[in-house]
Antibody
């Protein structure tokens, strides 16, 4: 049973950097797509990007060069950084494990609400 | 990038069958997955690979995929099924994960 536990700064000032971390408990860390997904208030799910051990990163072009997803395999953690945030980045952020056989998300973190405000 | 479209809302009476659609160009050629999300909670996978239920998901949930439309069926709808439902697929050309806009299921 895989469990994802995420944490990070819940209040970020405009133009600063959002940082979140997701720890993986159980299961295999390598060989999966560790993804970040967000949901603005009252809106739908938006995939931000993923990292795959030895497979590199893929990002949603909507985030252009603002996003970086990294991993620390020794700690079994994935991290998200989003720079130059604006109020439009206010959202619930989820980490999720992407299945590599059929490309669905089979485990999710609990979510972290990030508010961008001065 | 590949686009999938869902109706914003579906309403159904208790005990009836709810059908939530997910439209995309030749979507039958892709694997479609469905998530249920209740307020304040993370999404939960209820159907994957078009029509497979994860362990622990009631058999009232089923899926199909044909032509340009994938469908999530919920039979014997209960008040507890009220939630937002999202379809998701994978764009093999761009390696992007694609979500539909979500459908709010209301049980009348």
């Amino acid at each position: 049973q895989v469990q994802l536990q995420q944490w990070g700064t819940g209040l970020v000032k405009p133009s600063e950097t959002l940082s979140l971390t997701c720890a993986v408990d159980g299961g295999s860390f390598g060989g999966n797509y560790w993804s970040w997904i967000r949901q603005a208030p009252g809106k739908g799910l938006e995939w931000i990007g993923h990292i795959k051990h030895w497979g590199g990163t893929i990002y949603n072009p909507s985030f252009k060069s603002r996003v970086t997803i990294s991993e620390d395999t020794s700690k079994r953690q994935s991290s998200l950084k989003l720079t130059s945030v604006t109020a439009a980045d206010t959202a619930m952020y989820f980490c999720a494990r992407g299945n590599t056989s059929s490309y669905f998300f089979d485990s999710w973190g609990q979510g972290t609400l990030v508010i961008v405000s001065a | 990038s590949y686009v999938v479209t869902q109706p914003p809302s579906v309403s159904v009476a208790p005990g009836q069958t709810a059908k939530i659609t997910c439209a995309g160009n030749n979507i039958e050629g892709k694997d479609v997955h469905w998530y249920q999300q209740k307020p304040g909670q993370a999404p939960v996978l209820v159907v994957y690979d078009d029509n497979v239920r994860p362990s622990g998901v009631t058999e009232r949930f089923s899926g199909s995929n044909s032509g340009d439309t994938a469908t999530l069926n919920i039979t014997g709808v209960e008040v507890g099924d009220e939630a937002d439902y999202y379809c998701q697929t994978w764009d093999i050309r761009t390696y992007h994960w694609v979500f539909g806009g979500g459908t709010k299921l209301t049980v009348l």
